[in-house]
């Protein structure tokens, strides 16, 4: 019930973990909106939308490649390009970003509001859930991570729920465009028969069938704790009947059938 609890709070506690974003040191890609202006030449002001191939075109410079710099290394270049130009003997620049779209991270699977989110500042896993909305009612305690850097794609299973209880937040992994946040559907387990709210629910670690009775919101009138079967799918494919005590735990995807009392 406890992990239930924390599950039912999850997009809450992610919220808590949220930063705000600090200084902008994220790397321009295509698509970034850039707002741009020069100390003391206010005909030099510019907003634009930097290519698909990585460059914006900048008053009397031309052509410039930005795509992969900081903003404050490209208010560097285009400051040197206007200086050794001869175009200003000093120039100041300054570059507001004012939508990121080149560094995303997907979110897909058991969350509230899947999709494509900007990295628009220092963002790690949790902050990246948080505007995901966190994990939906069906999701698993883990999440799959997975990431390329220098060309190498790796994967890592992070339990979200466990790293919160614990206070441990080394595996809250700072993210960067393109990494992938999937969310596994949680094991689920099937009730009916003399139960007073059939159908299916999360499997909790190490639920037990009492406890899975519980969840199905008790016995009906006519049901019985004795006699309660465990239909389960083996490795090969073939479905056993089982007879279950009640300390026996369940596992996914089993089917618990109450019966009804013959008494």
């Known amino acids: 019930m406890m992990k239930k609890l924390l599950m039912s709070g999850f997009g809450l506690l992610l919220m808590l973990w949220m930063s705000v974003a600090g200084a902008v040191d994220v790397p321009l890609g295509s698509g970034d909106v850039l707002k741009i202006s020069v100390y003391g030449n206010p005909d030099l002001a510019l907003e634009t939308r930097v290519s698909e191939s990585g460059s914006i075109t900048f008053p009397m410079v031309g052509a410039v490649a930005v795509g992969g710099l900081t903003p ?57 859930l948080a505007l995901a909305g966190g994990a939906s009612a069906t999701g698993a305690d883990t999440v799959d991570l997975i990431r390329t850097r220098n060309g190498k794609t790796t994967k890592e299973v992070i339990n979200i729920v466990d790293m919160m209880q614990k206070g441990t937040l080394n595996q809250d992994l700072e993210l960067a465009g393109g990494d992938l946040i999937f969310v596994e559907r949680a094991p689920m387990f099937y009730i009916y028969g003399e139960v007073q709210k059939p159908g299916t629910y ?20 006519r049901g019985t704790e004795r006699n309660v079967r465990i239909k389960r799918k083996l490795p090969d494919g073939k479905l056993e009947t089982l007879k279950a005590r009640h300390d026996d735990l369940v596992q996914p995807n089993d089917v618990v059938y109450i019966q009804e009392s013959l008494f």
């Open 202 to 221: 999360r499997l909790e670690p190490n639920m037990t069938v009492l406890q899975a009775l519980s969840a199905g919101g008790g016995l009906t009138q």
């Open 72 to 128: 404050a290394a490209a208010e560097k270049l285009i400051a040197d390009r206007l200086q050794s130009g001869g175009f200003l003997r000093k120039a100041e620049v300054n570059i507001l970003v004012t939508q990121f779209q080149g560094q995303l991270v997907s979110v897909l699977g058991q969350v509230n509001r899947p999709g494509r989110y900007p990295i628009d500042g220092k963002r790690n896993l949790t902050d990246i």
